[in-house]
Structures are given as structure tokens and as C-alpha cells.
């Protein structure tokens, strides 16, 4: 079990690093949610994998009997998730609303706030 | 427990709610005012507090360490919170007059304070994860405050800030998940003790690379850094300062953080790395700076290169050079943040923050003038203002380890700071304005003046007063730095048993 989601992280993170690669926002984004999808498996398995053994107490016990599965990496992979969702929500609208004020999603053409030209106006 | 601990997130959060509420009539302005001198007066108190008994810590729920989520005030901690709170409420009364009523009611005030709560909350938690999340409510606050108005420049400069920031915050979490595999715990003090458990110290120095380049980005470090001069000169006059002031050095204050208390089993690795990226970022700050002709752009790029000083101080890792880290962290929080407020107002006498569409502003404005002097001095390090022993700290310390090359080029850098200061003076200040305008603070209505000079007259003050009394303040840096390099206290308060 280890090893297959070992494989997915693995397969996750070189497709978003060829996603981020790219200069358009929208698909660097994209490369982001499967990195940050990537993380979330790694935080799970570098929990330790326990299956079939549910972290529950018995009425009237104080602690689990036996070996259970670790209940901590689940409540933060959840917080992570929720955290990034909300994150990606903005990001996205960001992307939308750049899109319609500068008109392009090429990170290379994006330069208002650092124009290109500022050297030479410098120079004369 | 202490409830001092918990004020400084609180006190924010409640602001944030009742400004909200308020934000479409004047109340909703005031409300904020009052919340942050509440905030400063609880920071002063848990400062007092911390200076009286050692470090102070706080069990979330009454849920023991390492299982909960513990607060902890050691004096970095505690003197940080202070300074976000001085910082925050010269940012809201310079606010009052330069924040349009539109920006109000789409919730300025609101942000500004859910942003205060992030960066308190980074300052005061001792859990790791939650360090985390006190991260992702400072990184969305900025984010709103940064585009809020969606001007072309804000979008544009936001894309960058976002997208870039959004990486090291993954980084960071997967480096949070990898440690946690290792050892079991996700609390600072008790993860000081169980790194040393650890078998695999290779993974283990692996796993402290990516804390190194997730706190990085945030600290805005070579090669990491272009996302800052993308942004920063875009917002408000307001946001900007803010942002220049404590937002990279919540990322300085987890490097320090994390490089003493937990990253410490091989430093002759990893902080030959922060020495090296310390040296790279003061240069290429700096060299950036002197390219620019915009006076908050100017100044964006010396934020970077100030970063390379108190990184350099955690980096060579001896007392005198943590010293400089803490006493350089909290001089430059007042006197960058004071930089940024003197450009807002030059722009709003001035009519603009080119540099090359600027200019009369000493003969029309001296108060102005003089005012900027203070600030732009003290950040080259001239004597005797704070920056001068900020810079003297860091650089004897290197001098200390026979750091030739390194103490040089700090040198050379504080000497390239200050052309850069006298090309702003000499455009901005010396000739007379291109279209013959005469930036009068006597022009501006009688609040707007009282607002937006305040905050600049309380701020140079407080530089003056450190530069001439550094006594106390280099003594206070000398017991933090001896909480840093020996973190004894900080887990026996935390864990309750003496490690």
C-alpha cells in the first residue's frame, strides 16, 4: 500500500511541476492543486498506514485496546484540504479577474506593475 | 493559563468582526483604532509579563503538551508581538486619511486585523501545524488587502504575490508532514528534543532544506524573492508599509525559529547554505534597489537586501550574531514601515512615487525632508541612529569568526544603501518639481496632516530613541539570543519537565 501511494505522490508531483512549468497562470494553477493533492497523500502515509483498524474507544475505556490506526495525519490532511480549497477558490477568481483587466493569462505579458520599459526611461 | 497569550490573537479577531460590521460608517474606522492601541496595551502586558518571569506558555483547552496546541511568549516572541502592534496602529491612524471610504466598505479595516491576527498567532504558537494555519490566515488577509480596489497594477503584482506564496506554503506543509512521520510530534519543544532520536539524519537534514526554502519565500531570501518587487509597490500607501514591515519578517522570525530551536544537529550544513543565501540576498537587494527609479520600488528591493543582515546574524550562529538578528528584526520593522509612510506622503503632496515626476519636496516641505532623513540614515546604518548598531552587531560579529569576505560585502552593501537613499533625496528632495507644483504639507487639511505625519514623527522618535539609548535594547537582544541558543526554558515551561 505504501508503494502504490508512493507511486501517486511521485506521478502527482512530476505532473505539476510540468504544469507550473508552463507561463500560463491557469495551468500553473492547476499544477498547484495536484502538488498540494501530492502533499496531502505524503502527510497520510508518513502517518503510518494501519488498515482495517479504526481509532475507536470502547464505551467506558479511556484508551484504544490494541494497535489503531493514527488519527492525527487525517485531522491535518482534512485542515490542509480545506485550508487549500479555500485558497484555491480565490486564486482562481484572482486569475478570472486579472483575465479581464489585463486580458491575458501569459505571465510573460503581465508586466504592469513592472514595465519592461522603465530602464530606458530612466537612461534618457 | 495565561490568558496574556491568547489577547493578541482575540483582541484582532473581535476587531475584525465589529469594524466589519460598522465598515460602511465612520464608526467602523474608529472601532479599529481603538482595537489596535487594546492590542498594543495587551502585547506591553505579555511583554511585561515575559520580561518578569522567562518564557510563558499556555495549554489550549488544558490539553497537556505535547497533545494540544500550546501558546508560548519567549522574549523574541514576546518583543515581535509588541512591534506588530506599535507597526500596526501607525498603519490604521495613517490609514484614516489615505484609505478612500470605497476600500472601507469593501472591508479594509476588517482584513487588516484577521492580517495582525496571522501574524500574532505565528508569534506566539509553539506548535508546528499551527504555526501553519496562523500562516494561511496572514497569507489570505494579504492577499484581499493587496488586491483590494483591483486596480490593473494591484491584479497584476497580486497574480505574482499569490501564486508564488502559494508554493512555499506547500512546501512548508509537506515539510510539516515528512517531520512529523520521523518524530512523532509536531510540538517545537518536544520536536527539540526528539530530532536528536532521530536515526536518519540525512532525511532529517533534507526535510530542514525544504522548511529553509518554504520560510524563504516568505522571508523574501535569494533566489527566492521576486515575488516582493513584483508586488509590493501596488497597494495602498497603507498596505504597503505594513507588509514591508512585518510580513517578511514573520518568514525571518520562523527561520530563527526553526534554525535554533529545531534544525540545530548540523549546522556546519545548513547554515553554511543561510550564510551563503544571506550574503547573495543582501547584494542582489541592493543592486536591485540601485536600478530603480520609483521611490516605493526603491525601497521595496532594500527590504530584501536588509533581510540578508538578520539572516546573516542567525546564519553565523554565535551569540553576538544572534544579537544582531533580534536587534536588526526589530529596527528594521519601525524604520522600514517609516520609509514606506514618508513615500505615501510624498505621494499625495508630490502627486506621484516616480521618482522622475517628483522633486521640491525640501524646499517646500522641510519637516517632510528631515522627516525622511531620520529613517533612510538609520537603515544605511549611520551612527547614531538604530541601524548603525543593528549593522555594528551583525558585522562585528562576522568579523569575530574572521568572516573577511562576508563582513566586507555587509559593509559594502550598507555603502551601496546609502546611494540609493541620496538618488531618492536627490530627485525627490533637492530639485524643484518637473511641473512646477509645491508639495505643501501646509495644503493638506488639518486631519489628514495630524493623521498622516503622526505615525512618521511616533516612528522616527522611537528610531532616535534606540539609536541613543542602545543600552537597554542591546542588553534585551543579548537574553533573547541566550533563550534562542539555549532553549532550556522555552521546553521546560512548555512541557513541564526539565529536559
Redesign the interface.
Known amino acids: 500500500m505504501e508503494l502504490l501511494l508512493a507511486l501517486s505522490v511521485g506521478v502527482l508531483v512530476a505532473t505539476a511541476v510540468y504544469l507550473?512549468l508552463d507561463r500560463n497562470?491557469l495551468r500553473?494553477?492547476f499544477g498547484?492543486v495536484l502538488?498540494?493533492n501530492a502533499?496531502n497523500l505524503?502527510?497520510f502515509?508518513?502517518?503510518?498506514l494501519t488498515p482495517g483498524a479504526p481509532p475507536l474507544i470502547e464505551p467506558g475505556d479511556y484508551a484504544p485496546a490494541g494497535v489503531v490506526a493514527n488519527a492525527?495525519?487525517q485531522a491535518?490532511v482534512l485542515?490542509?484540504i480545506v485550508?487549500g480549497f479555500?485558497?484555491m477558490a480565490?486564486?482562481l477568481a484572482?486569475?478570472y479577474?486579472?483575465y479581464m483587466?489585463?486580458g491575458t493569462v501569459n505571465?510573460d505579458e503581465?508586466?504592469?506593475?513592472?514595465p519592461a520599459d522603465?530602464?530606458k526611461?530612466?537612461g534618457k | 493559563m495565561s490568558w496574556l497569550l491568547v489577547y493578541p490573537i482575540l483582541i484582532p479577531l473581535l476587531t475584525a468582526v465589529l469594524s466589519y460590521l460598522f465598515r460602511t460608517t465612520p464608526a467602523g474606522r474608529w472601532i479599529s483604532v481603538a482595537g489596535m492601541v487594546a492590542l498594543l496595551v495587551a502585547s506591553i502586558a505579555l511583554m511585561a509579563q515575559v520580561l518578569e518571569r522567562g518564557v510563558v506558555a499556555a495549554q489550549m483547552s488544558n490539553w497537556p503538551a505535547p497533545f494540544g496546541i500550546t501558546l508560548v511568549a519567549d522574549l523574541l516572541g514576546g518583543v515581535m508581538v509588541v512591534i506588530t502592534a506599535i507597526t500596526g496602529l501607525a498603519t490604521v491612524v495613517y490609514a484614516l486619511s489615505e484609505i478612500s471610504p470605497r476600500l472601507e466598505r469593501l472591508g479594509f479595516h476588517a482584513l487588516l486585523h484577521t492580517l495582525l491576527m496571522g501574524v500574532c498567532g505565528a508569534f506566539v504558537t509553539g506548535d508546528l501545524f499551527n504555526l501553519y494555519v496562523w500562516f494561511e490566515v496572514m497569507l489570505i488577509s494579504s492577499f484581499g488587502l493587496l488586491v483590494l480596489g483591483a486596480s490593473r497594477e494591484q491584479l497584476d503584482g497580486g497574480i505574482k504575490y499569490v501564486l508564488l506564496n502559494l508554493v512555499s506554503t506547500v512546501m512548508f506543509l509537506a515539510g510539516t508532514g515528512l517531520l512529523y512521520g520521523m518524530t512523532g510530534t509536531l510540538n517545537m519543544a518536544d520536536l527539540h528534543l526528539a530530532v536528536r532520536e532521530v536515526q536518519n539524519t540525512g532525511l532529517l537534514t533534507t526535510v530542514a532544506v525544504m522548511f529553509m526554502v518554504a520560510f524563504g519565500v516568505k522571508a523574501a531570501l535569494f533566489p527566492l524573492f521576486f515575488w516582493l518587487p513584483a508586488s509590493y509597490h501596488t497597494p495602498p500607501v497603507a498596505v504597503s508599509a505594513i507588509f514591508a514591515g512585518l510580513l517578511t519578517k514573520v518568514g525571518v522570525y520562523a527561520l530563527i525559529r526553526a534554525f535554533t530551536l529545531i534544525f540545530d544537529q548540523d549546522v556546519a550544513f545548513t547554515h553554511t547554505i543561510l550564510l551563503w543565501l544571506a550574503v547573495f540576498t543582501m547584494v542582489t537587494g541592493v543592486l536591485g534597489a540601485a536600478a530603480m527609479n520609483d521611490f516605493r520600488r526603491i525601497l521595496s528591493f532594500h527590504i530584501i537586501s536588509q533581510i540578508g543582515y538578520m539572516i546573516l546574524g542567525l546564519a553565523l550562529y554565535t551569540p553576538l550574531g544572534l544579537v544582531g538578528a533580534v536587534f536588526y528584526l526589530v529596527h528594521h520593522i519601525i524604520v522600514k514601515a517609516n520609509l514606506f509612510f514618508v513615500s505615501g506622503v510624498a505621494k499625495r503632496i508630490g502627486g506621484s512615487t516616480d521618482l522622475a515626476r517628483l522633486g521640491g519636496l525640501y524646499a517646500h516641505a522641510p519637516l517632510l525632508a528631515f522627516l525622511f532623513l531620520i529613517p533612510a540614515f538609520s537603515l544605511a546604518g549611520f551612527p547614531p541612529l538604530s541601524g548603525f548598531w543593528a549593522k555594528y552587531v551583525v558585522v562585528k560579529a562576522a568579523l569575530d569568526l574572521e568572516m573577511w569576505v562576508v563582513a566586507g560585502v555587509s559593509l559594502a552593501v550598507g555603502l551601496l544603501t546609502i546611494f540609493s537613499m541620496t538618488k531618492i533625496w536627490g530627485a525627490a528632495f533637492w530639485p524643484a518639481h518637473p511641473d512646477g507644483i509645491k508639495p505643501r504639507l501646509s495644503d493638506l487639511p488639518v486631519f489628514d496632516r495630524v493623521a498622516l505625519m503622526a505615525p512618521i514623527i511616533a516612528l522616527a522618535v522611537l528610531t532616535c530613541v534606540i539609536g541613543l539609548y542602545p543600552e537597554p535594547f542591546v542588553q534585551f537582544a543579548e537574553r533573547a539570543a541566550g533563550q534562542l541558543l539555549d532553549p532550556t526554558d522555552y521546553v521546560e515551561t512548555v512541557l513541564g519537565v526539565r529536559p
Open positions: 507550473m497562470v500553473f494553477l498547484l502538488l498540494s502533499v505524503t502527510i502515509a508518513s502517518g503510518r492525527l495525519p491535518l485542515t490542509a485550508i479555500g485558497l480565490f486564486t484572482l486569475v479577474r486579472a483587466s489585463l505571465s503581465m508586466r504592469v506593475a513592472e522603465a530602464g526611461e530612466a
